[in-house]
């Protein structure tokens, strides 16, 4: 069960970064980088809930 958590929540959140990084490539490149590192620091926490 717990093996099947850590899949699942990989794949959402691999799901949530593609997502999120085509919406980035509409962006100017600076944007796009500010955008990224902010995801980044949001999504921190649950890669080390991982």
Known sequence: MH???FIAK???LA???LKFV????KFEDKSAK???RLF???TAPVR???
């Open 22 to 25: 085509n919406l980035a490539k």
């Open 15 to 17: 799901f949530w970064l």
């Open 10 to 12: 990989f794949i959402n």
């Open 48 to 50: 080390l809930d991982i």
């Open 3 to 5: 093996g099947y958590k």
């Open 34 to 36: 500010i955008c990224l």
């Open 40 to 42: 980044d620091f949001i």
